[in-house]
C-alpha cells in the first residue's frame, strides 16, 4: 500500500539555533490511527505544523498524497483537516460562523446539512449561534474540532486532542475518531495519555529530542517489548526468598503475601513451570496467580527514561 | 485562485464590520463632522476663497483622504494582527490559499470598508456645504486607488508589527504628520518658497492635489502625477506583501 504521507531525512532547526527535529523519516499509511507519542517538547506539534504547512522545515522532503508540500502546497493543504494544540478561534464569532468559514478557506462550497450533521456530533448543534468566548474550554476544543472536520478531509491531524477535555467528551471523540477511520479518513494524532493510544492506533510511533526513536504495530509493539510479570499470592508470608529459588529474582511485596516474577513472553522458556515445581518443593502453597501485561505506558517510560 | 476561500474571507471580514458598525462608522463621520466645525466654519469664515472655492469647501478632499488614509491602513493592519496576536493565522497558513487569495480577501474587505466611509463622508460634508464634482468617475477611481493602496500599506504593518504599539505606530507617528503637512487645509502653493520645496518630498501632497483635481479641477500637480504616483505605491505595497508571504517573514517560523 502506498502510504499517504511519506517523510524522509527530515530536519529543523529553529532561527534560535534549537535542533527541534533531526533526521525523521516516517511513513503513514493510509486510512490508518497513527499515534504519536513524546514528552513535552520532543517535536510533536512541530513535526505536524512542517506537515500542514504552518511551518517550514531545514531539509528534507515531506509529501502528502505524492504531493510535495514545499512545491505543491495548495494540492497537499487541500486534504488535510488540523486540530490544533492551542486553542486560538476568534472569540467574537459564532460556532456556526466560524466553521463556515472553515470550511471556505479550504476551498469547498457551503453545505449546510453537512455542517449540522458535524455540529450535531459534536454535540455543539444547540451552540451555533453563541460566540466563541461564551463556550468553555472543553466547547471550544470541540469547535476546533468541527472546523477541521468542516472541509471533509482526507487526512486529519489530531494534536492533543482530548487534553482539558472531560470523560464523555472523550468517548465521543473515539467514536467520531472510529467512524472517521471507517470512512476511510487517515488520522495522525498526539497524545499524553497512553490509554487513548492504546485504545485507538493502528501504529505508535515515540518521539524524543526531535528523533524518532520507534515505530511499531501497536500489538507486535506490546508483545516485543512487552515483559510479563506473574504475582503470585500465598498462603503463608515469607520473609527472605528461599536459597533454591534466588535464580527466579523474586520481588517480595505486599508483606510477604506476594511474590512477583517477572518473565519475556517471548523467550522460549519462560521459566514458569519449573518456578512453580521449586515452589511446591519449598512447600510454598498457592492462593492465587495472575499475569500482567506492561501497557504503552510502561514501555513509554522505558523508552523515554533511556 | 480559491474562488471560495476569497468569498470566506471578504465575507468575516465584512461581518466583523457590520458587528462592530457602530466604531466603524460614527467615529469618522463624527470626527469629520468636528473639523467641519472647526476648519470650515469657525476658521473658514475667517478665510478667503481659494482659487474661488469657498474655504469650507476647499478642505473637503483633504478631510476625506485624511479618514481614508486612516481607515484603510488601521482596518488592514488589525485584520491581519488579529489573527496573528490570536493564533488563528496558523488556521490561514494551513489553508490551500494563494498570498493573491488572501489578499484579494482581506484587502479587499478593507478596501470596500474605508472606501464606503470615504463616500459616507462625502455626503456627510454635501450635506453641510454643497460640493460640485467636476470629475467625478476620476474621483471614484483615484479614492479606490487610494483605500486599496493604503490598505495594502496597512497589511504589512499587521504582518509587520509584534504588539499593539507598533500597530499604531506607523499611523500616528509618520501618516498624521504626513497629511496634515500634505495640503488637507491649504494648498502647496500658499506656502512660502523654501517650504513648497521641503513639500515636493511628502508623497502625501500628490494624494491631495490629484483627489483635489476630481473636486475642482485646479491642482498642485499634474492629476497624471498624482495617478502614476498612487498606482506605483500601490504595485509596491502588493510586491512586499507577495515577498512576505514568500519567505515566511514573520509569519512563519
Ligand atoms: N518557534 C520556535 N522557536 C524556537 N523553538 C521552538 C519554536 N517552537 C517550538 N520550539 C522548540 O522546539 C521543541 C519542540 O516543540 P514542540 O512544540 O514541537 O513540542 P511537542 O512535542 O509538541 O511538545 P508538547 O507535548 O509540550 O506539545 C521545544 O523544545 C520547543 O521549545
Ligand atoms: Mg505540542
Known amino acids: ?306 | 485562485m480559491n474562488f471560495y476561500a476569497i468569498k470566506a474571507i471578504y465575507l468575516y471580514e465584512m461581518s466583523r464590520t457590520f458587528r462592530t458598525i457602530s466604531q466603524s462608522l460614527i467615529a469618522p463621520v463624527i470626527s469629520t463632522i468636528l473639523y467641519f466645525v472647526v476648519f470650515g466654519t469657525a476658521i473658514g469664515s475667517k478665510i478667503e476663497n481659494i482659487e474661488g472655492i469657498s474655504y469650507g469647501v476647499f478642505i473637503v478632499p483633504g478631510l476625506v483622504m485624511l479618514s481614508v488614509l486612516m481607515q484603510s491602513i488601521t482596518n488592514a493592519a488589525f485584520a491581519i494582527y488579529f489573527p496573528k496576536f490570536v493564533g488563528t493565522i496558523n488556521e490561514l497558513l494551513s489553508a490551500p490559499v494563494n498570498t493573491s487569495d488572501i489578499i484579494l480577501g482581506y484587502i479587499g474587505a478593507a478596501t470596500t470598508k474605508s472606501f464606503s466611509i470615504g463616500v459616507i463622508i462625502l455626503i456627510t460634508a454635501h450635506i453641510i456645504v454643497p460640493i460640485n464634482i467636476v470629475h467625478p468617475i476620476y474621483m471614484i477611481l483615484f479614492l479606490l486607488l487610494t483605500c486599496f493602496a493604503f490598505s495594502s500599506f496597512g497589511f504589512i504593518i499587521g504582518l509587520w508589527a509584534k504588539n499593539f504599539e507598533q500597530l499604531n505606530l506607523i499611523p500616528m507617528l509618520i501618516i498624521t504628520p504626513l497629511v496634515f503637512l500634505g495640503g488637507s487645509f491649504y494648498s502647496i502653493s500658499m506656502l512660502p518658497a523654501f517650504w513648497q520645496k521641503i513639500s515636493m518630498f511628502n508623497p502625501v501632497v500628490y494624494l491631495i492635489s490629484g483627489f483635489r483635481w476630481t473636486f475642482f479641477n485646479f491642482s498642485d500637480f499634474s492629476f497624471s502625477i498624482s495617478l502614476f504616483a498612487i498606482i506605483s505605491f500601490a504595485i509596491l505595497c502588493n510586491i512586499i506583501i507577495f515577498r512576505m508571504f514568500k519567505t515566511g517573514y514573520k509569519i512563519r517560523t
Not at chain 1, 506537515?51 to 531539509?59: C, K, L, Q, R, Y
Open chain 1, 1 to 306: 500500500m502506498k502510504p499517504i504521507i511519506s517523510i524522509n531525512s527530515l530536519y529543523k532547526t529553529y532561527k534560535s539555533g534549537f535542533k527541534a527535529l533531526e533526521n525523521i523519516s516516517l511513513d503513514i499509511n493510509k486510512g490508518e490511527i497513527f499515534a504519536l507519542l513524546g514528552p513535552n517538547g520532543a517535536g510533536k506539534t512541530t513535526l505536524i505544523s512542517i506537515i500542514t504547512g504552518i511551518t517550514i522545515p531545514t531539509s528534507g522532503l515531506v509529501k502528502v498524497n505524492n504531493f510535495d508540500v514545499i512545491k505543491n502546497p495548495i494540492n497537499t493543504k487541500s486534504v488535510i483537516g488540523l486540530v490544533p494544540q492551542e486553542v486560538a478561534i476568534e472569540p467574537f464569532e459564532t460556532v456556526l460562523s466560524s466553521v463556515k468559514f472553515s470550511r471556505g478557506l479550504f476551498g469547498k462550497p457551503q453545505n449546510s446539512d453537512y455542517l449540522k450533521k458535524i455540529l450535531k456530533q459534536l454535540s455543539l448543534w444547540d451552540k451555533r449561534n453563541t460566540k466563541i468566548i461564551e463556550l468553555s474550554g472543553g466547547m471550544k476544543r470541540r469547535v476546533l474540532i468541527a472546523k477541521a472536520l468542516s472541509h471533509e478531509p482526507l487526512v486529519l491531524f489530531l494534536d492533543e486532542p482530548t487534553a482539558g477535555v472531560d470523560v464523555e467528551l472523550r468517548k465521543d471523540m473515539w467514536g467520531i475518531i472510529r467512524s472517521l477511520k471507517e470512512n476511510g479518513v487517515t488520522i495522525i494524532l498526539t497524545t499524553h495519555y497512553i490509554e487513548e493510544a492504546e485504545d485507538l492506533a493502528d501504529r505508535v510511533g515515540f518521539i524524543n529530542n526531535g528523533k524518532i526513536s520507534l515505530i511499531e504495530n501497536k500489538k507486535q509493539l506490546i508483545e516485543k517489548m512487552g515483559k510479563k510479570t506473574l504475582s503470585i499470592h500465598i498462603n503463608n508470608s515469607i520473609k527472605n526468598i528461599p536459597n533454591n529459588l534466588k535464580k527466579y529474582k523474586l520481588e517480595i511485596s505486599n508483606n510477604g503475601a506476594t511474590l512477583i516474577y517477572n518473565y519475556n513472553i517471548n523467550h522460549d522458556k519462560t521459566g514458569i513451570t519449573r518456578l512453580l515445581n521449586d515452589l511446591s518443593n519449598e512447600n510454598i502453597i498457592l492462593k492465587d496467580i495472575k499475569t500482567n501485561q506492561s501497557s504503552l505506558e510502561d514501555i513509554f517510560v522505558d523508552i523515554v527514561g533511556k
